[in-house]
């Protein structure tokens, strides 16, 4: 199977033009979008750290040091603006916008799946092909879930081609990514469709932040810092 890649903060921004045009639009990035903070973590990935540390879904520490100068997700967020998209933690339930906002894949399997600890699937030193090609195939066969939930996925058809047994460097690597982006882009209907009720804010916009998506039993919880 072959895939268009995106290289390239222009390339995404232009495929977003492109798909969207002038409607609204949620898009959930995993990546820093805003880091003041020259050295450290910010404060909502340390409070994101504390809640999932058990279950192995902290986050990297994000600074400039380590990101920049120049963070390509602010980047990303400044050419966005041009495109009328605006950063902000608050997801208004069903709303018309032109939002951006930042999502982390690990909380967001933990808590929609109700995973007591994290898919191993990502390459690290003495972790086998094979251990990765099943962990893959459950992130899979669990987004494969999500058309029975309510808002549903709608990805029947890119979830059957996506079989990661017996891919290796790149090919794999495009079939990770897939289920990466396939589970934030359910994040952000998952946030749309649910609003401040459906979701954590870790953070803020003043010192950065991740939106991790609340369970079912959960979604009485308000969204606010972590």
Not at 172 to 193: G, I, M, N, Q, T
């Amino acid at each position: 199977m072959a895939w268009d890649a995106l290289t390239g903060v222009g390339a995404v921004v232009d495929f977003i033009a492109r798909t969207v045009g002038g409607g609204p639009a949620l898009v959930a990035v995993d990546a820093p979008l805003l880091v003041p903070n020259e050295t450290g973590t910010r404060p909502g990935d340390r409070a994101l750290s504390r809640e999932y540390r058990q279950r192995e879904a902290g986050a990297y520490p994000a600074n400039r040091r380590r990101l920049g100068p120049d963070v390509v997700g602010e980047v990303l967020v400044a050419k966005l603006r041009d495109h009328g998209f605006t950063l902000s933690p608050l997801v208004r339930r069903r709303a018309e916008v032109r939002q951006v906002v930042e999502v982390y894949p690990h909380p967001a399997q933990v808590e929609l799946f109700g995973l007591p600890k994290t898919l191993k699937y990502k390459a690290r030193p003495g972790r086998t092909p094979e251990a990765r090609w099943a962990e893959l195939r459950t992130l899979r066969d669990l987004l494969g879930t999500l058309a029975r939930r309510e808002p549903p996925l709608r990805a029947k058809g890119l979830l059957e081609d996506l079989d990661p047994w017996g891919l290796r460097g790149r090919s794999l690597k495009r079939v990770e990514d897939l289920l990466d982006a396939l589970v934030c882009a359910y994040v952000a209907l998952h946030l749309w469709f649910w609003g401040e009720m459906g979701y954590r804010a870790f953070g803020d916009l003043r010192t950065g932040f991740i939106l991790v998506p609340t369970r079912r039993q959960d979604r009485g919880r308000p969204a606010g810092p972590g």
